[in-house]
């Protein structure tokens, strides 16, 4: 009787070579990577954009605000309405009370730059000494150029109006931003006895800049030439139509010596502003009167 042997799975071998592994995950993940860093640069990069945008609209409504206050407080002395200013007045005005505040900014965050170097290979190069001269060879470029500049925009110098009114700004400035800094500390754990003197110094700086801010309309504004935003009323002699001679002399304007039937010529008057309805100019008793716009016929401006 035959044994049956029972029939065993040989196991097959495959000899054929191994297929190469699947690579597109390997390929693709790159592409993915570079494809999501682009992505992400541009949106930083439009972010960047609508930061800068919004600090733009954000600084020329402060301007604008400014602008407003010191205008007013400035023709109030007079009893004017301002409202009838352009806009972009206002702005220039703004802009005026805003630059010694942008100046102690821009040098306090370049102090810190230097004091502060960002590398430890900055630090090693760059000594007390070497950063004592750059801060004074960059005080000395900026103090020369706003001598060079300076006879070009008109203002008139005076310790008040263009040094201790400024500094006062610049001042009140730091104390706000420090307050603000300091601010940021608190925490909801933080006692009320801690953050009582944080919130009186943040108040006196906001105090401080109101002051500021009421002097350089009272002294500083009218410093500056009207024609670069100032409240300076500019020397004149107008022209005005025959008719009007009764007006101006019952307005006590100063008149020309000499007077043609064709025209009657004004002497010279401050011309205080201008605006599409009227001119507000200072007569012989220093009080501010309005000519209407029709009956000024020429403007002679005078240095």
């Given at each position: ?81 301002s409202l009838d200013l352009s806009q972009l007045h206002y ?73 201790l009114i400024p500094l006062l700004g610049m001042g009140t ?103 599409e309805k009227q001119l507000i100019v200072i007569n012989q ?19």
């Amino acid at each position: 009787m035959d044994s049956e042997t029972p029939n065993k799975e040989i196991p097959k071998t495959d000899d054929s070579p191994a297929s190469p592994p699947d690579r597109t995950v390997a390929v693709d993940a790159p592409i993915a990577s570079d494809q999501q860093s682009e992505g992400s640069g541009t949106a930083t990069l439009k972010d960047g954009l609508d930061l800068f945008g919004k600090l733009i609209f954000g600084f020329a409504g402060l301007c604008y605000v400014l602008g407003v206050i010191v205008v007013t407080l400035h023709l109030r002395q007079y009893g004017v309405n301002s409202l009838d200013l352009s806009q972009l007045h206002y702005i220039t005005a703004g802009v005026w009370v805003m630059l010694p505040i942008a100046f102690i900014t821009t040098f306090t965050i370049f102090t810190a730059f230097l004091a502060v170097p960002q590398t430890d290979k900055a630090q090693i190069s760059m000594g007390w000494t070497g950063r004592i001269y750059m801060a004074f060879f960059t005080v000395l470029v900026l103090f020369i150029t706003v001598r060079f500049f300076w006879r070009e925009t008109g203002i008139e110098f005076t310790w008040k109006s263009t040094v201790l009114i400024p500094l006062l700004g610049m001042g009140t400035t730091l104390i706000i931003l420090a307050g603000a800094y300091s601010l940021r500390r608190l925490t909801r754990n933080t006692p009320i006895r801690k953050a009582l003197p944080l919130l009186g110094v943040t108040a006196l700086g906001v105090g401080g800049f109101a002051v500021y801010v009421r002097f350089f309309a009272q002294y500083t504004y009218p410093s500056i030439p009207w024609a670069t935003g100032g409240g300076r009323a500019s020397q004149v002699r107008l022209f005005l139509t025959p008719e009007s001679l009764p007006y101006a002399q019952g307005l006590k304007v100063a008149l020309a010596p000499s007077q043609t039937n064709a025209m009657v010529e004004t002497g010279p008057i401050k011309l205080l502003l201008t605006t599409e309805k009227q001119l507000i100019v200072i007569n012989q008793e220093e009080k501010a009167v309005s000519l209407p716009a029709e009956i000024v016929k020429g403007i002679s401006y005078e240095k």
